[in-house]
């Protein structure tokens, strides 16, 4: 079940301070982000502009609310009976990175009780202060949009860079990683890069697994909203043969790829 912060008690709050977190809204019983059921909080702020942002709601950096970590975490431990075995909970976005120091107290936290932690993250951010994150972070899910450094900065406005160093690090540290791909038609599905990006990253032996999602038009009443052009509008969602091209391609590479 997913909750806009209005609904929440804590969105009163609305200082800034090493104890709240700036998130945009959280959904319960999660079955996408992660393995299990996990608890999903959306947070506030990214410097990515990517062409196809399916919640441009959830760019500006000063935008949404900021909840109480504490808080946060009894959200977690009520819910804690139903996470399992591979449940838990994950920080998606906007994008988390920007808020590394807060998330890293909530993560502690989490593992203090217990709780699985996840992250959902671009990479836009590779340092030590990210690393401390990620030594707390039991599951990466790393969005790699483009494998081509040009391409990537017109889809989303800057380099990969530190996408693909955040991706090696992780790799030498020998914790778990799933991979993210948005197949998007006249973007991200050539063939020749779809095959260098499957290359790139065929011997990590990190990669638990391979997210190949099609593109799709559900976030274009956002941009509406917000009074904001629409960039893909005219985009067709990834035919059946492009879906195949990209899934086939990945699983020359990978063992465990899912088309979503």
């Known amino acids: 079940m997913y909750f806009p912060l209005q609904d929440i008690e804590a969105a009163k709050l609305n200082v800034d301070d090493p104890e709240h977190l700036r998130i945009h809204s959280i959904e319960t019983f999660g079955t996408h982000d992660g393995p299990g059921i ?13 062409l196809y942002c399916q919640n441009p709601d959830t760019l500006d950096v000063k935008g949404g609310t900021m909840v109480e970590i504490d808080e946060l975490v009894k959200r977690a431990l009520r819910q804690k009976n139903y996470f399992g075995k591979d449940g838990g909970v994950t920080v998606s976005g906007g994008e988390p990175l920007l808020q590394r120091s807060k998330l890293l107290t909530f993560f502690q936290k989490l593992h203090a009780e217990g709780i699985n932690t996840c992250l959902d993250t671009n990479g836009r951010l590779n340092n030590d202060q990210v690393h401390r994150l990620l030594d707390e972070t039991d599951l990466l899910l790393l969005d790699v949009k483009h494998i081509n450094e040009e391409i990537h900065k017109k889809l989303t406005g800057l380099t990969n860079k530190a996408t693909l160093g955040l991706a090696e690090y992780r790799e030498s540290t020998g914790k778990r990683m799933w991979l993210r791909y948005v197949l998007v038609p006249g973007w991200t599905d050539q063939p ?3 095959e260098e990006w499957a290359q ?3 011997d990590y032996k990190t990669v638990d697994r391979v997210e190949i999602i099609p593109f799709h038009q559900l976030g274009e ?5 917000m009074n904001m052009e629409y960039p893909l509008k005219d985009t067709p969602t990834p035919s059946e043969e ?9 699983k020359k590479y990978f063992d465990n790829v899912i088309l979503k």
């Open 200 to 202: 790139t990253f065929t």
């Open 38 to 50: 996990r608890l999903v909080i959306f947070v506030q702020g990214c410097q990515f502009r990517c």
């Open 192 to 194: 020749q890069y779809i």
């Open 242 to 250: 492009t879906r195949e091209m990209a899934e086939s391609t990945f």
């Open 221 to 225: 009443h956002k941009w509406k909203l």
